[in-house]
Structures are given as C-alpha cells and as structure tokens.
C-alpha cells in the first residue's frame, strides 16, 4: 500500500460496491497488455459521488429515452449505404466465437441490413464441447464463412503459464491474440469496416466518443490502437515477462507475431474503420441471446457455470472460470457479480437478487475444468493456491480461522450503510 490510498494494482484501498449494480470498485478497466507486469496500476471502474459506477450510467442511457434509436438507426443505415457496394466478397468483419453476442451481430448485419461480413474467430485455450458446437452452429445454422485461427499451441502454453505466474492472469493470451486478431484479417482480405459489440462504456471504462469508435491513437491504454509505441519489440510484454526472455527461452520473435497488433500506420494506410453496433442498436445481452437461440442455433450449457448462477455466456473455453476467479482474487470482482451486474443494469432482476447470487455464487472454485487447467499450465493444485494467495491484496482480504474472506463483502457494506 502507498502513501496516496491506493493498493499493489493501484486500486482505491476505501472498498465500495455501486449502489445500483453491487459492482465493487476494484473492477479494473481494460490495460494496455503489453506493458502489464506485476507493476502495473490499473485504471479502476469510475464510481460517481452518488456511488454508482460508470457502467450503471452508461446502460440507463439505453431506457431513460435520452437516446433516440430511430435516429441511431438511421446513422447505421448511412454507415450501411457507404459500404454496400464495396468491391469484394466482404463488406464487414465481426470476430467472435459464436456465442450470443457474435451470433446476434453477424445475423443481424447479414440478414437485416443486408451487410456481407466475415466471420473470424480466435480459438479459445481448450475448447469445450459446447463451444465447439457453437461455432460449427454460427457457420452451419447461421450461415456465415468463417476463418478459425487456433494459436501454436506450445507458445500459447508457454505464455499462459507465465501470465499466471507473473500477473495471475491465465487468460491474457487469449485476450490479446483475440482483441487485435480481427485488425489483422481486416486488413489481410482488404476489408473496410470491422464491427464490435457494445461499447466499453457498457462494462465502465470511460474513453473518449465512448459509443461510437473503438481503437483510436491516443485514448484508455486499454484502447489505444498504437499499443507499442516507440518501444522495441524485445522491450514489450507477453505474459508479464519481456519478449526478450522468451527468446531467451528457445522461441522466435515471429512466434509472437499472432499477438502483435497490426502496425498503426497500416491501419491509417488502408483506412479500416471501426464501429460498435452496441452504439446503434440497443444492445442487451439477455434479447441477443434469444436472437441468437432462434437464428444462429446458439445453445446453452446443461449446467451452470463455476462461479456463477448463468450457463449462457463464456461457456466456449475451459479457461474461461479461471479468468474470473484469478479476478476475484486479485479484486474481489468474480464471475457472479460479472454477470448479475449486467442482469441487474438491463433490469432483469433486482439489485437485492443480484446481491444474492453474489453471496452464493462469487468465488466458487471453478472445480469442472480445474484438471484440465492444472495440466495445461503443468502446476499442482497446491501450487496455484499458494499463488493465488500471493496475489490477495491485503486491503481486500483477511484469513479468518484458515479460510480466506474479504474483508468487506457487498452484503456487509450494504448492512452497514443501512443501519
Ligand atoms: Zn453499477
């Protein structure tokens, strides 16, 4: 802890959990991963002096009528108008796995608005069979071309183990290689415009032209298009350790190509364009996954997932438990209070029954995958609880008679400002 009350990832160390949503606000908004290390500060989500956070105020924009969605409408359909009759077989990107989000956008832009997209998906870490399924799903059912891009799968090991030693954050790998991985086909098949789903004002981080555009030069180091900077490739980081230790260790530097983003100057060259549907069109997870149910055969799991109350989303990737509980961990921000937040700011259920599945279900050891994981980044149970531990930050957690607790839980917080 410092001096100025923030803690080791530079969060605020005065816990607090939003008054609308019980999101805490320790939830770190996206970083610019190729100077993340153990160092980093992270920009926390933004709480205003009524304590509600950024995304509670981003999603009731979408219902208290401020937004016009006929005129939203009408700015995609002259989006839609400046690229229809682009040359090629494609007019438009969406990268996704399938699931709910992807399959509502890419349906809707291809058999609504008559756009003709390219459907391109980073593959997960260890697939499960419902994410498969999923995927073959989107193609088959929904009808789409695809290009599915699966990683070399021992520098993808290699970079997993590390970021879990150096960040406890398994699953960074497969966010970068996913977050520029789209830029990189839009620009190998000379394609315009690449559309995301919601904003990122929706989860809470505030950048600027928040709605509309995503990846600009200067702007949240989580969405900054020139990542690198003026930085030697050697000097940036993959998995918290520089690329120079890795080739150090016998790998190349064209194995860490796929993780690269695509040269700035590229991008500025062939004019691509990125846009968020999210910003025309109201955007609720829960009616995308219905959209996606009825047109692109999207199907849910048979059990919830470790963590949480939901078996809907993120259910393609057998690491996906252990993104959010490495999260809860290091910010006591877990799966269940991920997913009632949004359930909670779209209005599907009470913030009192959001509290409610956060007390039953944050932090859950995500035991279904735990030896798949364990093999995968070849450490023992033992090991990666002792790790976990490592990574608690004082400020947030207490052991109380051997069985670790935060020290303020929502339930308690909300308790205590009652009385
Ligand atoms: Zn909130």
């Given at each position: 802890m410092n001096q100025n009350g923030?803690?080791?990832?530079?969060?605020?160390?005065?816990?607090?959990?939003?008054?609308?949503?019980?999101?805490?606000n320790q939830k770190p908004t996206s970083t610019n991963e190729f100077?993340?290390?153990?160092?980093?500060?992270?920009?926390?989500?933004y709480f205003d002096k009524d304590n509600i956070c950024h995304a509670c105020r981003s999603v009731e924009k979408k219902w208290n009528s401020k937004i016009n969605w006929d005129e939203r409408e009408k700015e995609l359909l002259d989006l839609i108008e400046k690229y229809k009759n682009f040359k090629g077989p494609y007019n438009c990107i969406i990268g996704g796995s399938g699931g709910k989000d992807s399959g509502f956008q890419s349906h809707i832009l291809k058999y609504k608005y008559g756009m003709r997209p390219l459907t391109v998906t980073w593959s997960p870490h260890i697939y499960t069979d419902i994410g498969w399924k999923n995927l073959k799903n989107w193609i088959n059912v929904g009808g789409f071309d695809n290009f599915l891009f699966s990683p070399n799968g021992k520098v993808h090991r290699h970079l997993t183990k590390r970021a879990l030693l150096n960040i406890l954050h398994p699953f960074q790998p497969f966010i970068?290689?996913?977050?520029?991985?789209?830029?990189?086909?839009a620009y190998k098949f000379n394609i315009p415009l690449i559309f995301y789903g919601e904003p990122p004002s929706d989860?809470?981080?505030?950048?600027?032209?928040?709605?509309k555009f995503s990846y600009r030069k200067d702007d949240h180091p989580g969405f900054t298009m020139d990542p690198i900077g003026s930085n030697k490739i050697e000097d940036i980081k993959l998995g918290g350790d520089k690329i120079s230790y890795h080739l150090d260790q016998g790998f190349s530097l064209e194995d860490f190509y796929p993780y690269l983003p695509l040269d700035f100057n590229k991008i500025?060259?062939?004019?691509?364009?990125?846009?968020y549907l999210g910003y025309y069109l109201k955007w609720i997870p829960q009616e995308n996954f219905y959209y996606a149910s009825e047109n692109t055969g999207y199907v849910v799991n048979d059990k919830r997932s470790d963590g949480t109350f939901q078996k809907y989303a993120s259910i393609d990737d057998k690491m996906d438990s252990f993104f959010y509980y490495t999260s809860y961990i290091k910010f006591g921000f877990g799966r269940a209070m991920y997913d009632s937040g949004i359930e909670v700011r779209h209005g599907h259920i009470t913030k009192d029954e959001g509290l409610g599945l956060i007390e039953q279900f944050d932090g859950e050891r995500p035991k279904t995958y735990m030896e798949d994981f364990l093999k995968y980044c070849s450490i023992s149970e033992e090991e990666f609880d002792d790790l976990c531990n490592k990574?608690?930050?004082p400020h947030l957690w207490q052991k109380k008679s051997n069985n670790w607790e935060l020290k303020v839980s929502p339930k308690e917080y909300f308790e205590k400002l009652r009385n």
């Open positions: 923030n803690n080791m990832y530079g969060l605020p160390t005065d816990i607090k959990y939003c008054h609308k949503c019980n999101v805490i100077l993340h290390d153990i160092n980093t500060k992270q920009i926390p989500i970068i290689g996913q977050k520029y991985f789209v830029t990189h086909m989860y809470g981080t505030i950048i600027k032209d928040e709605e500025d060259e062939s004019k691509i364009e990125t846009r990574f608690r930050p």
